[in-house]
Protein backbone atom coordinates (compact mmCIF):
# COMPACT_ATOMS: atom_id res chain seq x y z
CA UNK A 1 0.00 0.00 0.00
CA UNK A 2 2.62 2.73 0.83
CA UNK A 3 4.42 1.84 -2.66
CA UNK A 4 0.84 2.27 -4.72
CA UNK A 5 0.52 5.74 -2.52
CA UNK A 6 4.18 7.08 -3.48
CA UNK A 7 3.52 5.94 -7.40
CA UNK A 8 -0.10 8.10 -7.16
CA UNK A 9 1.89 11.19 -5.48
CA UNK A 10 4.10 11.07 -8.45
CA UNK A 11 1.49 11.25 -10.78
CA UNK A 12 0.21 14.91 -9.32
CA UNK A 13 1.36 17.55 -11.65
CA UNK A 14 1.01 20.21 -9.23
CA UNK A 15 4.12 20.10 -6.98
CA UNK A 16 2.59 22.04 -4.60
CA UNK A 17 -0.03 19.90 -3.89
CA UNK A 18 1.92 17.17 -3.91
CA UNK A 19 3.50 18.70 -1.42
CA UNK A 20 1.32 18.78 0.99
CA UNK A 21 0.07 15.37 0.21
CA UNK A 22 3.18 13.99 0.87
CA UNK A 23 3.79 15.78 4.26
CA UNK A 24 0.45 14.56 5.31
CA UNK A 25 1.29 11.13 4.45
CA UNK A 26 3.84 11.62 6.07
CA UNK A 27 1.90 12.63 9.49
CA UNK A 28 -0.31 9.50 9.02
CA UNK A 29 2.50 7.52 9.31
CA UNK A 30 3.66 8.79 12.40
CA UNK A 31 0.18 7.77 14.16
CA UNK A 32 0.57 4.17 12.64
CA UNK A 33 1.08 2.08 16.21
CA UNK A 34 1.51 -1.33 17.19
CA UNK A 35 -1.17 -3.14 18.98
CA UNK A 36 -4.77 -2.90 19.30
CA UNK A 37 -6.39 -1.54 16.28
CA UNK A 38 -10.51 -1.12 16.47
CA UNK A 39 -13.30 1.11 15.23
CA UNK A 40 -14.23 3.98 17.62
CA UNK A 41 -18.22 3.72 17.95
CA UNK A 42 -21.00 6.44 17.90
CA UNK A 43 -20.45 7.56 21.78
CA UNK A 44 -23.35 5.51 23.75
CA UNK A 45 -26.32 7.09 24.65
CA UNK A 46 -28.53 7.36 27.61
CA UNK A 47 -32.19 7.40 28.17
CA UNK A 48 -33.15 9.80 31.16
CA UNK A 49 -36.59 8.74 31.87
CA UNK A 50 -37.13 11.57 34.31
CA UNK A 51 -36.44 14.31 31.77
CA UNK A 52 -39.15 16.45 30.81
CA UNK A 53 -39.29 16.76 26.78
CA UNK A 54 -39.14 19.86 25.86
CA UNK A 55 -38.26 21.58 22.69
CA UNK A 56 -34.87 21.03 20.83
CA UNK A 57 -34.21 18.15 23.20
CA UNK A 58 -32.93 15.04 21.55
CA UNK A 59 -35.77 12.50 21.89
CA UNK A 60 -36.09 8.43 21.20
CA UNK A 61 -39.10 6.24 21.51
CA UNK A 62 -39.24 4.40 24.48
CA UNK A 63 -39.61 0.80 23.11
CA UNK A 64 -37.23 1.37 19.59
CA UNK A 65 -33.81 1.93 19.38
CA UNK A 66 -31.87 4.77 21.41
CA UNK A 67 -29.88 6.09 18.02
CA UNK A 68 -33.01 6.26 16.38
CA UNK A 69 -33.38 9.72 17.09
CA UNK A 70 -35.07 12.78 16.79
CA UNK A 71 -35.12 16.37 17.42
CA UNK A 72 -38.55 17.72 19.09
CA UNK A 73 -39.62 21.25 17.19
CA UNK A 74 -42.68 21.51 19.46
CA UNK A 75 -44.65 20.26 22.46
CA UNK A 76 -48.43 20.73 22.64
CA UNK A 77 -51.43 19.07 24.01
CA UNK A 78 -49.03 15.87 24.70
CA UNK A 79 -48.09 15.52 21.28
CA UNK A 80 -44.41 16.21 20.51
CA UNK A 81 -43.82 17.22 16.57
CA UNK A 82 -40.03 15.43 15.78
CA UNK A 83 -37.76 15.16 13.18
CA UNK A 84 -35.15 12.73 12.60
CA UNK A 85 -31.65 14.02 13.90
CA UNK A 86 -29.82 12.90 10.86
CA UNK A 87 -32.04 15.40 8.95
CA UNK A 88 -33.46 13.24 6.64
CA UNK A 89 -37.11 12.24 6.62
CA UNK A 90 -40.33 14.03 7.03
CA UNK A 91 -41.52 15.31 10.46
CA UNK A 92 -44.50 13.47 12.58
CA UNK A 93 -46.28 13.05 16.10
CA UNK A 94 -45.70 10.97 18.35
CA UNK A 95 -47.60 11.09 22.07
CA UNK A 96 -44.95 12.05 24.70
CA UNK A 97 -45.44 9.26 26.59
CA UNK A 98 -43.80 7.34 23.77
CA UNK A 99 -40.82 9.82 24.20
CA UNK A 100 -37.96 9.62 26.41
CA UNK A 101 -35.15 12.13 26.12
CA UNK A 102 -31.85 10.31 25.22
CA UNK A 103 -28.21 12.01 25.93
CA UNK A 104 -25.01 11.32 24.31
CA UNK A 105 -22.13 9.99 26.57
CA UNK A 106 -19.42 12.85 27.57
CA UNK A 107 -22.67 15.60 27.01
CA UNK A 108 -23.54 17.44 30.72
CA UNK A 109 -26.32 15.50 32.12
CA UNK A 110 -25.26 16.82 35.78
CA UNK A 111 -25.61 13.26 37.58
CA UNK A 112 -26.75 13.27 41.23
CA UNK A 113 -27.17 10.80 43.91
CA UNK A 114 -30.51 10.59 45.93
CA UNK A 115 -30.07 8.57 49.59
CA UNK A 116 -32.72 5.91 49.14
CA UNK A 117 -32.00 3.29 52.65
CA UNK A 118 -29.44 2.80 54.78
CA UNK A 119 -28.28 -0.20 56.78
CA UNK A 120 -26.01 0.38 59.75
CA UNK A 121 -23.36 -1.72 61.53
CA UNK A 122 -20.86 -1.31 63.41
CA UNK A 123 -20.99 2.35 65.16
CA UNK A 124 -18.67 4.32 64.29
CA UNK A 125 -17.25 1.77 62.09
CA UNK A 126 -16.34 3.11 58.34
CA UNK A 127 -19.44 2.53 56.32
CA UNK A 128 -19.94 2.03 52.39
CA UNK A 129 -22.20 3.20 49.32
CA UNK A 130 -24.01 1.52 46.90
CA UNK A 131 -25.04 3.57 43.92
CA UNK A 132 -27.33 2.22 41.69
CA UNK A 133 -26.86 4.10 37.76
CA UNK A 134 -25.15 3.56 34.72
CA UNK A 135 -21.75 3.53 35.90
CA UNK A 136 -19.99 5.63 32.94
CA UNK A 137 -22.00 8.54 34.87
CA UNK A 138 -21.32 7.29 38.19
CA UNK A 139 -17.61 7.10 37.67
CA UNK A 140 -17.85 11.20 36.42
CA UNK A 141 -19.82 11.70 40.04
CA UNK A 142 -16.93 10.58 41.45
CA UNK A 143 -14.53 12.06 39.63
CA UNK A 144 -15.54 15.49 41.10
CA UNK A 145 -14.52 14.87 44.68
CA UNK A 146 -12.39 11.56 44.01
CA UNK A 147 -9.91 12.05 41.08
CA UNK A 148 -6.22 10.88 42.46
CA UNK A 149 -7.60 9.67 45.69
CA UNK A 150 -8.95 5.89 45.45
CA UNK A 151 -6.55 3.08 46.37
CA UNK A 152 -7.95 0.17 44.46
CA UNK A 153 -11.12 -0.14 41.56
CA UNK A 154 -12.18 -3.49 40.85
CA UNK A 155 -14.09 -4.06 37.36
CA UNK A 156 -16.42 -6.78 36.27
CA UNK A 157 -17.22 -5.70 32.67
CA UNK A 158 -19.55 -7.87 30.26
CA UNK A 159 -17.62 -11.09 29.14
CA UNK A 160 -18.92 -10.12 25.54
CA UNK A 161 -19.72 -14.02 25.11
CA UNK A 162 -21.95 -13.38 21.94
CA UNK A 163 -24.94 -14.61 24.31
CA UNK A 164 -26.65 -11.32 24.43
CA UNK A 165 -25.42 -10.34 27.81
CA UNK A 166 -24.50 -6.89 27.56
CA UNK A 167 -26.18 -3.95 25.24
CA UNK A 168 -24.85 -1.12 23.59
CA UNK A 169 -27.40 2.09 22.85
CA UNK A 170 -29.82 -0.33 24.23
CA UNK A 171 -29.04 -3.07 21.81
CA UNK A 172 -28.03 -6.05 22.73
CA UNK A 173 -24.89 -7.28 21.04
CA UNK A 174 -24.64 -11.19 19.90
CA UNK A 175 -22.05 -12.99 18.30
CA UNK A 176 -24.28 -11.95 14.54
CA UNK A 177 -23.08 -8.13 15.11
CA UNK A 178 -19.57 -7.93 12.81
CA UNK A 179 -18.72 -5.45 15.51
CA UNK A 180 -19.14 -6.44 18.57
CA UNK A 181 -15.71 -6.76 19.79
CA UNK A 182 -14.87 -2.61 18.72
CA UNK A 183 -18.04 -2.28 20.56
CA UNK A 184 -16.88 -3.50 23.41
CA UNK A 185 -13.38 -1.58 23.89
CA UNK A 186 -15.09 1.35 22.68
CA UNK A 187 -17.60 0.84 26.08
CA UNK A 188 -14.39 -0.45 28.05
CA UNK A 189 -12.45 2.89 27.21
CA UNK A 190 -14.30 5.33 28.22
CA UNK A 191 -14.77 3.87 32.01
CA UNK A 192 -11.19 3.17 31.62
CA UNK A 193 -10.19 6.62 31.00
CA UNK A 194 -11.89 8.03 33.91
CA UNK A 195 -11.04 5.06 36.02
CA UNK A 196 -7.68 6.40 35.49
CA UNK A 197 -7.86 9.85 37.10
CA UNK A 198 -9.84 8.64 40.30
CA UNK A 199 -6.57 6.27 40.90
CA UNK A 200 -4.10 7.26 43.29
CA UNK A 201 -0.32 6.97 42.22
CA UNK A 202 -0.08 3.73 44.01
CA UNK A 203 -3.58 2.64 42.97
CA UNK A 204 -4.29 -0.75 41.35
CA UNK A 205 -6.63 -1.40 38.88
CA UNK A 206 -8.25 -4.41 38.88
CA UNK A 207 -10.51 -6.43 35.80
CA UNK A 208 -12.12 -9.61 35.91
CA UNK A 209 -12.56 -11.12 32.22
CA UNK A 210 -12.91 -14.80 30.15
CA UNK A 211 -10.67 -15.82 27.22
CA UNK A 212 -13.58 -13.71 24.79
CA UNK A 213 -12.28 -10.67 25.51
CA UNK A 214 -8.70 -11.39 27.86
CA UNK A 215 -6.25 -10.92 25.13
CA UNK A 216 -8.12 -7.13 23.61
CA UNK A 217 -8.58 -5.92 26.91
CA UNK A 218 -4.77 -6.54 28.09
CA UNK A 219 -3.62 -4.59 24.82
CA UNK A 220 -6.55 -1.90 25.65
CA UNK A 221 -4.80 -1.79 29.47
CA UNK A 222 -1.21 -1.35 28.12
CA UNK A 223 -2.58 1.52 25.97
CA UNK A 224 -4.52 3.26 28.86
CA UNK A 225 -1.69 2.60 31.29
CA UNK A 226 1.47 2.51 29.33
CA UNK A 227 3.65 2.90 32.43
CA UNK A 228 1.99 0.21 34.73
CA UNK A 229 3.15 -3.46 35.28
CA UNK A 230 0.20 -5.61 34.49
CA UNK A 231 -0.17 -9.04 36.26
CA UNK A 232 -2.73 -11.62 34.75
CA UNK A 233 -3.81 -14.12 37.73
CA UNK A 234 -5.80 -17.50 36.70
CA UNK A 235 -8.66 -17.98 38.78
CA UNK A 236 -10.62 -21.70 38.76
CA UNK A 237 -14.36 -20.88 39.27
CA UNK A 238 -15.12 -24.15 38.01
CA UNK A 239 -13.34 -27.01 38.80
CA UNK A 240 -15.28 -29.58 36.91
CA UNK A 241 -14.43 -27.54 33.86
CA UNK A 242 -17.16 -26.76 31.09
CA UNK A 243 -18.54 -28.50 28.20
CA UNK A 244 -16.38 -26.77 25.57
CA UNK A 245 -14.84 -27.98 22.51
CA UNK A 246 -11.46 -29.38 22.62
CA UNK A 247 -10.85 -28.17 26.46
CA UNK A 248 -12.69 -28.15 29.39
CA UNK A 249 -12.14 -24.74 30.62
CA UNK A 250 -12.40 -23.93 34.52
CA UNK A 251 -10.78 -20.70 35.23
CA UNK A 252 -11.67 -17.06 34.58
CA UNK A 253 -8.59 -14.20 34.42
CA UNK A 254 -7.80 -11.30 36.62
CA UNK A 255 -5.55 -8.34 35.32
CA UNK A 256 -4.32 -6.23 37.43
CA UNK A 257 -2.81 -3.01 36.63
CA UNK A 258 -0.02 -1.99 38.84
CA UNK A 259 1.95 1.11 39.04
CA UNK A 260 5.58 0.22 39.08
CA UNK A 261 6.70 1.75 42.19
CA UNK A 262 10.14 0.06 42.09
CA UNK A 263 8.69 -1.99 45.18
CA UNK A 264 5.58 -4.04 45.83
CA UNK A 265 2.35 -2.88 46.04
CA UNK A 266 0.32 -5.77 46.49
CA UNK A 267 0.17 -7.46 49.83
CA UNK A 268 0.35 -10.84 50.31
CA UNK A 269 -1.30 -13.46 52.49
CA UNK A 270 -0.10 -13.02 56.52
CA UNK A 271 2.59 -15.65 57.12
CA UNK A 272 1.12 -18.10 59.99
CA UNK A 273 2.86 -17.27 63.29
CA UNK A 274 4.55 -14.33 61.78
CA UNK A 275 5.23 -11.88 64.72
CA UNK A 276 4.68 -8.08 63.19
CA UNK A 277 6.72 -5.20 64.59
CA UNK A 278 4.99 -1.72 64.65
CA UNK A 279 7.74 0.15 63.22
CA UNK A 280 8.88 0.22 59.94
CA UNK A 281 10.52 -3.02 58.68
CA UNK A 282 14.03 -2.99 56.94
CA UNK A 283 13.74 -1.79 53.41
CA UNK A 284 15.36 -3.85 50.44
CA UNK A 285 16.85 -2.68 47.41
CA UNK A 286 15.09 -3.80 44.20
CA UNK A 287 17.34 -2.98 41.65
CA UNK A 288 18.78 -5.18 39.26
CA UNK A 289 21.74 -5.90 40.99
CA UNK A 290 20.08 -6.31 44.52
CA UNK A 291 17.13 -7.87 43.80
CA UNK A 292 16.33 -10.74 46.66
CA UNK A 293 14.30 -13.55 45.43
CA UNK A 294 11.21 -14.22 47.21
CA UNK A 295 11.29 -17.96 47.13
CA UNK A 296 11.66 -21.23 49.53
CA UNK A 297 14.75 -22.03 47.90
CA UNK A 298 16.43 -19.73 49.52
CA UNK A 299 15.73 -20.64 53.23
CA UNK A 300 18.89 -21.56 55.39
CA UNK A 301 18.60 -25.38 56.07
CA UNK A 302 22.51 -25.23 57.61
CA UNK A 303 23.10 -24.70 61.05
CA UNK A 304 24.71 -21.61 62.43
CA UNK A 305 28.60 -22.48 63.56
CA UNK A 306 28.25 -19.55 65.93
CA UNK A 307 24.70 -19.44 66.86
CA UNK A 308 25.19 -17.37 69.91
CA UNK A 309 26.34 -14.20 67.75
CA UNK A 310 23.78 -13.01 66.81
CA UNK A 311 23.37 -9.42 65.28
CA UNK A 312 20.46 -8.08 67.39
CA UNK A 313 19.06 -8.79 71.14
CA UNK A 314 18.16 -12.70 71.62
CA UNK A 315 14.77 -11.47 72.74
CA UNK A 316 14.29 -10.60 69.08
CA UNK A 317 15.36 -13.77 67.84
CA UNK A 318 11.10 -14.68 66.59
CA UNK A 319 11.50 -11.78 64.27
CA UNK A 320 14.52 -13.36 62.07
CA UNK A 321 15.60 -16.11 59.67
CA UNK A 322 18.61 -16.85 58.08
CA UNK A 323 18.52 -16.87 53.74
CA UNK A 324 21.19 -18.26 51.96
CA UNK A 325 23.82 -15.76 50.87
CA UNK A 326 23.19 -17.38 47.44
CA UNK A 327 21.33 -17.00 44.87
CA UNK A 328 19.67 -19.94 44.26
CA UNK A 329 16.79 -21.69 41.87
CA UNK A 330 17.07 -20.49 38.22
CA UNK A 331 15.75 -16.96 38.02
CA UNK A 332 18.45 -14.71 37.68
CA UNK A 333 21.14 -16.67 39.64
CA UNK A 334 23.85 -17.37 37.47
CA UNK A 335 26.96 -15.02 37.19
CA UNK A 336 26.52 -14.35 33.38
CA UNK A 337 22.83 -13.12 34.31
CA UNK A 338 24.28 -10.86 38.00
CA UNK A 339 27.99 -10.20 36.94
CA UNK A 340 28.54 -7.68 39.94
CA UNK A 341 27.59 -10.40 42.02
CA UNK A 342 30.06 -12.97 41.16
CA UNK A 343 33.09 -12.48 43.67
CA UNK A 344 34.63 -13.68 46.28
CA UNK A 345 34.36 -13.63 49.98
CA UNK A 346 37.19 -13.82 52.59
CA UNK A 347 36.68 -15.85 55.76
CA UNK A 348 38.78 -16.27 58.83
CA UNK A 349 39.60 -19.94 59.33
CA UNK A 350 40.47 -19.12 63.17
CA UNK A 351 37.27 -17.35 64.23
CA UNK A 352 35.26 -19.00 61.84
CA UNK A 353 34.05 -15.58 60.09
CA UNK A 354 33.26 -13.60 57.05
CA UNK A 355 35.22 -10.37 57.08
CA UNK A 356 35.05 -9.10 53.69
CA UNK A 357 33.47 -8.66 50.32
CA UNK A 358 35.98 -8.29 47.46
CA UNK A 359 35.33 -6.84 43.97
CA UNK A 360 33.51 -7.96 41.06
CA UNK A 361 35.14 -10.41 39.18
CA UNK A 362 35.15 -9.71 35.70
CA UNK A 363 33.54 -12.41 33.43
CA UNK A 364 36.82 -13.31 31.56
CA UNK A 365 38.42 -14.15 34.43
CA UNK A 366 38.22 -16.90 35.95
CA UNK A 367 38.26 -17.37 40.05
CA UNK A 368 41.38 -18.52 42.03
CA UNK A 369 41.27 -20.54 45.33
CA UNK A 370 44.27 -18.94 46.98
CA UNK A 371 44.48 -17.63 50.34
CA UNK A 372 44.56 -13.47 50.99
CA UNK A 373 46.58 -12.65 53.97
CA UNK A 374 45.51 -15.69 55.18
CA UNK A 375 41.88 -15.96 54.72
CA UNK A 376 39.97 -17.98 52.75
CA UNK A 377 38.05 -16.96 49.60
CA UNK A 378 34.26 -18.50 48.84
CA UNK A 379 32.80 -18.08 46.06
CA UNK A 380 28.89 -18.58 44.96
CA UNK A 381 29.79 -21.39 43.00
CA UNK A 382 27.13 -24.79 43.46
CA UNK A 383 28.06 -28.55 43.97
CA UNK A 384 27.52 -29.19 40.34
CA UNK A 385 30.15 -26.52 39.60
CA UNK A 386 27.85 -23.74 37.84
CA UNK A 387 29.47 -20.24 38.42
CA UNK A 388 26.17 -18.72 40.65
CA UNK A 389 25.90 -15.46 42.14
CA UNK A 390 25.58 -14.12 45.81
CA UNK A 391 22.28 -12.12 46.63
CA UNK A 392 23.71 -8.67 46.81
CA UNK A 393 26.41 -6.68 44.59
CA UNK A 394 29.84 -6.06 47.17
CA UNK A 395 28.89 -2.85 48.81
CA UNK A 396 25.83 -4.23 50.19
CA UNK A 397 27.68 -7.35 51.15
CA UNK A 398 29.91 -5.73 53.04
CA UNK A 399 27.33 -3.72 54.94
CA UNK A 400 25.74 -7.05 55.82
CA UNK A 401 29.14 -8.27 57.05
CA UNK A 402 29.85 -5.03 59.06
CA UNK A 403 26.48 -5.98 60.56
CA UNK A 404 27.45 -9.05 61.76
CA UNK A 405 24.38 -10.54 59.77
CA UNK A 406 27.02 -12.27 57.14
CA UNK A 407 27.76 -15.69 59.12
CA UNK A 408 29.04 -18.96 58.08
CA UNK A 409 26.75 -22.38 57.60
CA UNK A 410 28.39 -26.16 58.25
CA UNK A 411 31.69 -27.21 56.46
CA UNK A 412 31.78 -29.32 53.46
CA UNK A 413 34.13 -31.76 53.72
CA UNK A 414 34.10 -33.10 50.24
CA UNK A 415 34.19 -29.47 48.69
CA UNK A 416 36.10 -27.71 51.29
CA UNK A 417 34.27 -24.87 51.36
CA UNK A 418 31.47 -23.35 53.99
CA UNK A 419 27.17 -22.28 53.37
CA UNK A 420 27.37 -19.18 53.75
CA UNK A 421 24.04 -17.41 55.31
CA UNK A 422 22.12 -13.94 56.24
CA UNK A 423 20.27 -13.04 59.02
CA UNK A 424 17.24 -11.64 57.58
CA UNK A 425 13.85 -10.37 59.28
CA UNK A 426 11.07 -12.90 58.50
CA UNK A 427 8.59 -11.61 56.01
CA UNK A 428 5.28 -10.94 57.58
CA UNK A 429 2.93 -12.01 54.59
CA UNK A 430 4.23 -13.94 51.51
CA UNK A 431 3.73 -12.99 48.19
CA UNK A 432 0.28 -14.14 46.22
CA UNK A 433 0.61 -16.73 43.49
CA UNK A 434 -0.87 -16.16 39.95
CA UNK A 435 -2.75 -19.48 39.78
CA UNK A 436 -5.97 -18.72 42.34
CA UNK A 437 -7.63 -22.45 43.43
CA UNK A 438 -10.13 -21.84 46.46
CA UNK A 439 -12.94 -23.39 47.57
CA UNK A 440 -14.84 -19.59 47.72
CA UNK A 441 -13.82 -19.01 44.22
CA UNK A 442 -15.92 -21.60 43.01
CA UNK A 443 -19.00 -19.97 41.17
CA UNK A 444 -21.13 -23.07 41.38
CA UNK A 445 -21.26 -24.31 45.00
CA UNK A 446 -20.56 -20.26 46.23
CA UNK A 447 -22.27 -18.32 43.48
CA UNK A 448 -25.58 -20.28 42.30
CA UNK A 449 -26.06 -21.61 45.27
CA UNK A 450 -25.93 -18.77 47.32
CA UNK A 451 -27.89 -17.11 44.95
CA UNK A 452 -31.13 -19.83 45.53
CA UNK A 453 -30.34 -19.79 49.32
CA UNK A 454 -31.05 -16.19 49.54
CA UNK A 455 -34.38 -17.40 47.09
CA UNK A 456 -32.80 -15.56 43.85
CA UNK A 457 -32.38 -16.76 40.78
CA UNK A 458 -28.75 -15.48 38.31
CA UNK A 459 -31.48 -14.14 36.07
CA UNK A 460 -32.96 -12.05 38.48
CA UNK A 461 -29.78 -10.11 38.40
CA UNK A 462 -28.89 -9.64 35.32
CA UNK A 463 -31.24 -6.72 34.29
CA UNK A 464 -29.50 -4.23 36.60
CA UNK A 465 -25.94 -4.09 37.77
CA UNK A 466 -24.40 -1.89 40.46
CA UNK A 467 -21.79 0.61 40.83
CA UNK A 468 -19.63 0.16 44.69
CA UNK A 469 -17.98 2.94 46.08
CA UNK A 470 -16.00 2.58 49.23
CA UNK A 471 -16.08 4.43 52.03
CA UNK A 472 -17.30 7.35 52.92
CA UNK A 473 -19.45 9.15 50.74
CA UNK A 474 -19.01 13.23 50.55
CA UNK A 475 -22.01 15.24 51.76
CA UNK A 476 -22.32 16.83 48.44
CA UNK A 477 -23.01 13.60 46.45
CA UNK A 478 -26.94 13.67 47.22
CA UNK A 479 -29.33 13.61 44.46
CA UNK A 480 -30.84 10.73 41.99
CA UNK A 481 -29.41 8.19 39.61
CA UNK A 482 -31.27 7.29 36.44
CA UNK A 483 -31.36 3.82 35.43
CA UNK A 484 -29.85 0.96 36.20
CA UNK A 485 -27.09 -0.45 34.20
CA UNK A 486 -26.38 -3.00 32.19
CA UNK A 487 -22.64 -2.36 31.60
CA UNK A 488 -20.57 -4.06 34.31
CA UNK A 489 -19.95 -3.29 37.88
CA UNK A 490 -16.97 -1.04 39.26
CA UNK A 491 -16.01 -1.26 42.64
CA UNK A 492 -13.70 1.49 44.62
CA UNK A 493 -12.03 1.37 47.93
CA UNK A 494 -10.25 4.66 49.53
Same mark, same amino acid.
Given at each position: ?A ?20 ? &? ?85 F ?9 L ?7 H ?8 H ?19 P ?24 S ?5 M ?5 I ?7 D ?39 T ?22 V ?71 Q ?19 A ?5 ? &? ?31 K ?16 E ?8 I ?22 T ?29 P ?8 R ?10
Amino acid at each position: MANEIQELLAEIKDERLKARLSA &AVTELRKTKKFGLVFEDHLPEMLPIYSAKVRSQARVARRDGRLTDSFIVQRVAKGVATVVPETGEGQSQSIPVAELVVVKRFGEAIFPALRHVESVLRGGDALHHALIEADNYHALQLLEWLYAGKVDCIYIDPPYNTGARDWKYNNDYVDKADSWRHSKWLSMMKRRLLIARKLLRPDGVLVVTIDEHEVHHLATLLEEIFPSYLRHVVSMVINPKGTGKHNFARVDEYAIFCVPDLGRSVISGTPQPGAVIKTEEAEAVDDDADENVADDDEDSADDAVSESGDLPFPSNEIELWELRHARRRGGESSYRHQRPNQFYALLIDPKSQRVVRACDSLPL &ATQPTFQKVNGLIPVWPIDAENNHRCWRFIPPKMQSLIDARRVVLGRYNEARQTWTINIWERKPTSKKLKTVWWEPSHDAGTHGTTLLHNFGLCPRQLQDGKRLLAGNRVHPQLQGVSQRRADQGDFGFAR
